[in-house]
T-cell receptor, first 115, second 116 residues
Framework: AQSVTQLGSHVSVSEGALVLLRCNYS??????LFWYVQYPNQGLQLLLK??????LVKGINGFEAEFKKSETSFHLTKPSAHMSDAAEYFC?????????????FGAGTRLAVHP | SAVISQKPSRDICQRGTSLTIQCQVD?????MFWYRQQPGQSLTLIAT?????????ESGFVIDKFPISRPNLTFSTLTVSNMSPEDSSIYLC?????????????FGPGTRLTVL
C-alpha cells in the first residue's frame, strides 16, 4: 500500500524567505512522486514530478524537490517566496511502471506569504 | 500537457436533483478520472472512466450515485444523482496518457457544486 504524509497543514513565510513544504511517503515498491498546486478557485496544476533517476527535480515557478529514498521524503522548496505563491500544495505518490497506477494524495499544505 | 475544460464551472442545486458535469480534452488520452474534493479536504478518486465500457469505481462510490460515461477518447461525463448537501464539493476531471506518458495526470479546472 502507498500513503503520503504532508507535515504542516499551514505554512506561513515572509516574502523573499525560503519555502519548505514537507512530504514523506510510504511505498512498498519504487514510487513516482508529484507536487501539485491549487490556487484559489482553480483546479490542480502540476508543479513537478519524480519519475526517473534524477533525484533533484526542478519544476515551474522556481520550485524544486529532492527525492531522498533513505528518508522516504520528497520535500518541496523555493529559495525566495513570492506573494503569488500563496496556494494549497499537494504531494502525491503512485507506483512506478506497469502503465497506469492510482495516484494517492496527501492532505495538502496551505502556504501563506506575507509582506 | 493537455488543455482540459469542465462544464459547468460551478452550480447551485436543490436537494434531490441531479447534475451532469462534462470534461473535454483537446487531445486523445488513454485515461480519464473523476475526483471529489470536499471542503477543506484533499482529493479522493471516485472512478476511472473507461472508454467504451463501464467505469471502475473506488471503494465507497457506486454507479447509481455517480454514473459516468466516456463515449470517446476526449470526453467524459460524471453525474451526481439524487444530491444532498453532503455532495457539496469540487469535482475534478483528470487525464493520463498524454503524449504516451501514463505516469502523469493533468487536472481540469474543477466544478464547484453547492447543494442546498
Amino acid at each position: 500500500a502507498q500513503s503520503v504524509t504532508q507535515l504542516g497543514s499551514h505554512v506561513s513565510v515572509s516574502e523573499g524567505a525560503l519555502v519548505l513544504l514537507r512530504c514523506n511517503y510510504s511505498s512498498s515498491v519504487p514510487p513516482y512522486l508529484f507536487w501539485y498546486v491549487q490556487y484559489p478557485n482553480q483546479g490542480l496544476q502540476l508543479l513537478l514530478k519524480y519519475t526517473s533517476a534524477a533525484t533533484l527535480v526542478k519544476g515551474i515557478n522556481g520550485f524544486e524537490a529532492e527525492f531522498k529514498k533513505s528518508e522516504t521524503s520528497f520535500h518541496l522548496t523555493k529559495p525566495s517566496a513570492h506573494m503569488s505563491d500563496a496556494a494549497e500544495y499537494f504531494c502525491a505518490v503512485s507506483r512506478r511502471g506497469g502503465g497506469y497506477n492510482k495516484l494517492i494524495f496527501g492532505a495538502g499544505t496551505r502556504l501563506a506569504v506575507h509582506p | 500537457s493537455a488543455v482540459i475544460s469542465q462544464k459547468p464551472s460551478r452550480d447551485i442545486c436543490q436537494r434531490g436533483t441531479s447534475l451532469t458535469i462534462q470534461c473535454q480534452v483537446d487531445s486523445q488520452v488513454t485515461m480519464m478520472f473523476w475526483y471529489r474534493q470536499q471542503p477543506g479536504q484533499s482529493l479522493t478518486l471516485i472512478a476511472t472512466a473507461n472508454q467504451g465500457s463501464e467505469a471502475t469505481y473506488e471503494s465507497g462510490f457506486v454507479i447509481d450515485k455517480f454514473p459516468i460515461s466516456r463515449p470517446n477518447l476526449t470526453f467524459s461525463t460524471l453525474t451526481v444523482s439524487n444530491m444532498s448537501p453532503e455532495d457539496s464539493s469540487i469535482y475534478l476531471c483528470s487525464v493520463g496518457g498524454v503524449s504516451g506518458r501514463e505516469d502523469t495526470q493533468y487536472f481540469g479546472p474543477g466544478t464547484r457544486l453547492t447543494v442546498l
